[in-house]
């Protein structure tokens, strides 16, 4: 089944995104896909996509 992330690009459009395994929750986010990355790695998150 297809996950809507309609909410999500509203909200953090022009930004990186770092989504929890369940394609549903923001573990992090920012300008620089670098720091997404190192956000989420601090929280321990188990991210699976970076958008």
Do not use: P
Request: without cysteine.
């Amino acid at each position: 089944m297809a996950i809507d992330w309609t909410k999500i690009y509203k909200k953090y459009k022009g930004l990186w995104v770092a989504l929890d395994k369940d394609e549903k929750r923001v573990v992090a986010f920012d300008k620089e896909a670098k720091k997404v990355f190192k956000k989420a790695q601090k929280k321990r998150s188990e991210s699976s996509y970076f958008v």
